[in-house]
Each structure stands twice: as structure tokens, then as C-alpha cells.
């Protein structure tokens, strides 16, 4: 055996440790991806499911002043009504009374239209909010992936430090919008 296998076998097997100790880095890349996988994942329903909730409270809404729009309406039809001379009294009477009951219970219907639109509305802030949250532990997570990916390119582990540091600041992040109520 020459001088230079020798040497070739040395390289050769400070190399394979290299890579060796290069595997962790690799593993920890792979989990991030994953994290980062559902992590968006969570993040575009959580977009869908507010976008969904603010639809439905703009449909809510405009019941809500459908109904404000007509009580108004025969408010305005009563009121005409008792000032104007009318030659069948009886019958002016009784569609005072009428609308006078339709005023009434549009009334209430409003209140409830009010606190189902109120409610969505909540519920669209607080989808926005774990929107957010997502959306912040998705880029931690990305900047993370990529510092780390680093790591296998320098060969200096304080990337992937780095790296874990920023990845469990963004899974922090994401989890964190699940407490949002």
C-alpha cells in the first residue's frame, strides 16, 4: 500500500464521519418540514373557516337591515295612517294594528339577528387571530428550516442551533392559536 491510498483512506473516512455527524442535522430538517407542513396547513383553514364566518356575518347583516329597513317602513305607513282622513276608519284600524303586531315581533327578530351577527363577528376576530398566530410560526419555522439547512453547508452546528431555536419559536407560536377563544 502507497503513501497515497493511504491518504485516500484517511479522507475517505473523515469524510463518512463527517456525515455522520451531519445526520441529526438532516433528521431535525426533516421534522421541521413536516412542522411546517401542518403548521401551514392549519394556517390556510383557519384563513378559509374566517373567511367563511365573515360571509356569514355579512349575510347577517343584511338581514338584519332588511328587517331594520322594513320595520321602518311600517312605522313610517302607521304613522301616515292615524293622521290621514281615511273613510273607513274600521278598516285603517285594523291595518294599524297589523303592522303595529308586525313592528312588534320584526322588533325582536332584530335583537336576535343582532347578537347571531355580533356573535360571527367575534368569531371572525378570533379566527383572524389564530390566522395570525399561524402565520407567524409558519415564517419561524421557515427561517428555522433554512438557518439549519445551513448547518450542512458550513459544517458548523451553531446553525442548527440556530436553527432549533428559531423552530421552537415558531411550533410555539402555532400552538399558541390554538388557545385563542
Known amino acids: 500500500m502507497s503513501a497515497s491510498d493511504v491518504q485516500e483512506l484517511k479522507e475517505h473516512a473523515e469524510h463518512g464521519a463527517s456525515e455522520e455527524a ?3 442535522v438532516a ?4 421534522v421541521l418540514a413536516v412542522v411546517l407542513a401542518v403548521t ?15 360571509n356569514l356575518a355579512t349575510d347577517q347583516w343584511n338581514d338584519y337591515q332588511a ?4 320595520s321602518n317602513d311600517e312605522e313610517l305607513v302607521t304613522s301616515l295612517m292615524s293622521v290621514v282622513a281615511l ?9 294599524v294594528k297589523a303592522y303595529t303586531d308586525q313592528i312588534k315581533k320584526s322588533t325582536g327578530e332584530q335583537s336576535q ?3 347571531e351577527g355580533n356573535a360571527l363577528q367575534a368569531k371572525v376576530k378570533v379566527g383572524e ?3 395570525d398566530r399561524y402565520d407567524l410560526g ?3 419555522l421557515e427561517i428555522g428550516l433554512v438557518i439549519t439547512s445551513v448547518t450542512l453547508l458550513t459544517r458548523s452546528r451553531i446553525y442548527w442551533y440556530l436553527g432549533m431555536v428559531s423552530s421552537a419559536l415558531g411550533v410555539a407560536a402555532a400552538i399558541s392559536a390554538l388557545f385563542i377563544k
Open 27 to 30: 433528521f431535525t430538517m426533516s
Open 138 to 140: 409558519e415564517v419561524l
Open 113 to 115: 339577528l343582532q347578537a
Open 67 to 70: 328587517h331594520k329597513i322594513r
Open 22 to 24: 451531519m445526520r441529526p
Open 87 to 95: 273613510s273607513d276608519k274600521e278598516a285603517a284600524a285594523k291595518k
Open 129 to 131: 387571530a389564530q390566522s
Open 40 to 54: 401551514t396547513v392549519m394556517g390556510e383553514r383557519t384563513h378559509a373557516d374566517a373567511i367563511i364566518d365573515q
